[in-house]
T-cell receptor, first 115, second 115 residues
């Protein structure tokens, strides 16, 4: 069975601090996709990144970076120099490969960034 | 600007009422999804559709049905609303194109309260 665990329910940081959101997944598939989505207070989830299981290369996009490690089944997300606008709920998600459509979401981590 | 729209942001219904939640996407996406979001549980898939008139059960289909008569529209139906269906309902769509596989675009959500 597939499962996504985000152990951190809420994180609170002060602006300009770095923060890492943890994500651990379980799957028996050899081909799968991992995602991060952001849900700001407006409610609409926004896609941030997709990684397929064959690409363990870490990625950096501005202040955001992602660390994918198959050995520990983790796909962690780091925000560098956090800003108040980063305050949101962040979801990690896993979907099966091979043309499957189902995506399993973690419970989400609520990030508060204080000015 | 691509969009997924949902018919209502907030809805209040009484127990036993039939409830229709509408979702429309303008991206010509093949796949559409209905999720419910509850605190501590993340997003859970209710139903999805990969083509017009096609539907598949997700993880929690009980008490719900769906309709997809046109490619751009996916409706969620609560045949007889109950208080335990009070939740945030999110619609999403995705393309079948391989380069964007399983990347989902979300609507703003409908917060349904059943009294």
């Amino acid at each position: 069975a597939q499962k996504v665990t985000q152990a951190q329910t809420e994180i609170s940081v002060v602006e300009k601090e770095d923060v890492t959101l943890d994500c651990v997944y379980e799957t028996r598939d050899t081909t799968y996709y991992l995602f991060w989505y952001k849900q700001p207070p407006s409610g609409e989830l926004v896609f941030l990144i997709r990684r397929n299981s064959f690409d363990e290369q870490n990625e950096i996009s501005g202040r955001y970076s992602w660390n994918f490690q198959k050995s520990t089944s983790s796909f962690n997300f780091t925000i560098t120099a956090s800003q108040v606008v980063d305050s949101a709920v962040y979801f990690c998600a896993l979907s099966e490969g091979g043309g499957g459509f189902k995506t399993i979401f973690g419970a989400g981590t609520r990030l508060f960034v204080k000015a | 600007d691509v969009k997924v729209t949902q018919s209502s942001r907030y809805l209040v219904k009484r127990t036993g009422e039939k409830v229709f939640l509408e979702c429309v996407q303008d991206m010509d996406h093949e796949n559409m999804f209905w999720y419910r979001q509850d605190p501590g549980l993340g997003l859970r898939l209710i139903y999805f559709s990969y083509d017009v008139k096609m539907k598949e059960k997700g993880d929690i289909p009980e008490g719900y049905s769906v309709s997809r008569e046109k490619k751009e529209r996916f409706s969620l139906i609560l045949e007889s609303a109950s208080t335990n269906q009070t939740s945030m309902y999110l619609c999403a769509s995705s393309t079948a194109a391989s380069e964007r596989v399983n990347e989902q675009f979300f609507g703003p959500g409908t917060r349904l309260t059943v009294l």
